[in-house]
């Protein structure tokens, strides 16, 4: 069974940081590109950060660049995501993603999401 489990959410003025985990079980960690997205309420849910599954390569959305960065522990199985600077329109559910992609067809899996309120 696969479980992507994301922690560290919280309550945080603005200003503050907070560093998000997922853990993921059931799946060869290493061979998945990981992502974090987020959705506030009455939004959509957009792509925040992404790293893939080799190389240093990282993308992040507009938005955060230069506040948020995303990083990966293949021996822990585990992204996180350290967010600097944050802003009150940072307040979302942030969910962990995780795709395995090949020529013939793509494997998905979400996390539960973990909510960020930041507010003073």
């Known amino acids: 069974q696969v479980q992507l489990v994301e922690s560290g959410g919280g309550l945080v003025q603005p200003g503050g940081s907070l560093r998000l985990s997922c853990t993921a079980s059931?799946?060869?960690?290493?061979?998945?590109?990981m992502s974090w997205y987020r959705q506030a309420v009455g939004k959509g849910r957009e792509l925040v950060a992404s790293?893939?599954?080799?190389?240093?390569?990282?993308n992040y959305s507009a938005s955060v660049k230069g506040r948020f960065t995303i990083s990966r522990d293949n021996l822990k199985n585990t992204v996180y995501l350290q967010m600097n600077s944050l802003k009150p329109e940072d307040t979302a559910v942030y969910y962990c993603?995780?795709?395995?992609?090949?020529?013939?067809?793509?494997?998905?899996?979400w996390g539960q999401g973990t909510q960020v309120t930041v507010s003073s």
């Open positions: 993603n995780a795709l395995l992609s090949s020529t013939s067809y793509n494997v998905m899996y």
């Open positions: 790293i893939p599954s080799v190389g240093p390569s990282t």
């Open positions: 059931g799946i060869t960690f290493s061979m998945y590109a």
